[in-house]
């Protein structure tokens, strides 16, 4: 039997994914792994777990799977990380990871170098967030010199996967785009902008469109993780843009909507549209003809483990908080919550920004506090669709994915407050193993273009909008959008040092 192999390196661990060429889910398998906060607001992770993480992903998947025929492998990962190389490929410090907040002051300075945020949009057509790759490699320039000065190379996560899989040095243009140094108009880097920022070009490495074969499994990759050495490698792609592909979400209308540990809204673009204030993120898609636009929450499904772990003395499964949750009715009984535990990013790009629930009473229980989280995260996704609207995404349907769209419930918050169909796609709940595993198939002409491979996503669930919930949503989520404001001089008080003990 054929297949193409699918790895994604995820934040908490690594799935690796073969389908046949119908599109079809042969096996998975995924292989988990922690990460590092030695300080508030950082986050960090060995590259090694990775490796590791995927030697036993790829060979858990293999073993459900014997004597299958691997035609090309996908590569997808954990966007934003710095994974920095010595001359000789050796890793100097863990991975400084995308949800990371310790590079503000870098950020700043860049903007303000590159003439202000519109020189930037200029530039990029994105803002140089806090998390992005360009403002950590700054960073470790201004606070680890020493380290700095042995940099030869920076990759992130996937491309790190992809070193040790061919030892080859590769991005591809998703990926790219969120480092915060590429011109995503032009499909390459932002020479100007890297020579402003005093950055040797050297470090950044060759960069290719998703679906180019960018090496193959060598014998020492063919060794370390179990598979056919000359097997050819895609370049891939990020996990918030390979997604969508994943999800089937390739023609304008459709939105793509991911509850993991972020929260993400996508859609796909046939130009590379403005980026008005660059409170969206506008990057290449996986589809050399197209872009990809989307607006990143950092915690919407991170918020639902925090709450259980923290909030609920038993630690419930998440099955039956959920279903805890749908005893409460839409609003929650009036109650509120901001998803910004780990900072913001859109429509907010605050690293000070700070969760809270609104109009606790004492009538309030578990499962208002839980539905009124769920909600949260899905206010985050609708205050980034009016960011959308202007640009002509109007959102006719919603495609979930990500562990969340497991969740009826989820599901039907969302078809509710976007009013319109949500489904569930065959394969998007394999996350961005799916897609990656789409792009491999598109790299070897298994498909002829990323239209026809999208038509693998078949829909499975569908949940359509109640209007008598969606009249609660709409008032409620007026409410949600005036408290950022109000709050926000009071979260970056709160952020001073005499509370950082």
Known sequence: ?????????????????????????????????????????????????????????VAGALAKAPG?????????????????LDADHRVLRPAILWNDQRNGAECAALTEAAGGLEGLLAATNNRMLVGYTGGKI??????????????????NPKDYLRLRLTGEVASEVSDASGTGFFDVRRRQWAAGLIETAGIDPALLPPVFESQEITG????????????????????????????????????????????????????????????PDGKLQVFCNVAADKWHCMGVSLN?????????????????????LVAEAAESPAGARGLLFLPYLNGERCPHPDPSARGAFIGLTARHRRADLTRALM?????????????????????????????????????????????????????????????????AGLA??????????????????????????????????????????????????????????
């Open 444 to 501: 070897v002409g298994v498909w002829p273009d990323a239209a026809t491979a999208a038509r693998c996503c078949r829909d499975l669930t569908r949940e359509s909008p109640d209007p008598a919930a969606a009249h609660v949503h709409a008032r409620a989520h007026e409410i949600y959008c005036s408290l950022y404001p109000a709050l926000s001089d009071s979260f970056a008080a709160l952020g001073d040092a005499i509370f950082d003990q």
């Open 375 to 439: 909600e949260g995260v899905v206010h985050a996704f609708a205050d980034m669709h009016a960011l959308m609207r202007p640009m002509g995404i109007d959102g006719r349907i919603v495609k979930a994915s990500g562990g969340g769209a497991r969740s009826a419930l989820w599901r039907q918050i969302q078809a509710d407050m976007f009013d319109c169909d949500v489904v569930t796609t065959e394969g998007a709940a394999e996350g961005a193993a799916f897609g990656a595993a789409l792009v």
């Open 1 to 57: 039997m054929q297949a193409l192999l699918g790895i994604d390196i995820g934040t908490s661990g690594c799935k690796a994914l073969l389908i046949g060429t119908n599109g079809a889910v042969i096996a998975a398998d995924t292989a988990t792994y922690p990460l590092s906060q030695p300080r508030p607001g950082w986050t960090e992770q060995d590259p090694e777990l990775w490796i590791e993480g995927a030697r036993k992903a």
């Open 216 to 275: 193959r499994i060598s014998a020492k990759g063919a060794a370390l993780f179990g598979l056919p050495e000359g097997v050819p490698v895609a370049g891939g792609g990020g996990d918030s843009v390979i997604q969508t592909i994943g999800s089937g979400v390739i023609a304008p209308g459709e939105l793509q909507t991911t509850i993991g540990t972020a929260g993400i809204l996508a859609a796909a673009l046939d130009v590379p549209q403005d980026n």
């Open 300 to 320: 919407a499904g991170g918020a639902m483990g925090w709450y259980r772990d923290t909030l609920c003395a038993d630690a419930p499964p998440f099955e039956q």
């Open 68 to 84: 299958v025929e691997i035609l090309c492998v996908g590569l997808s990962g954990q966007m934003h990380g710095l994974t920095p």
């Open 138 to 155: 700054l960073w470790m320039r201004n606070h680890e010199p020493e380290l700095f000065a042995r940099m030869a190379l920076m990759l």
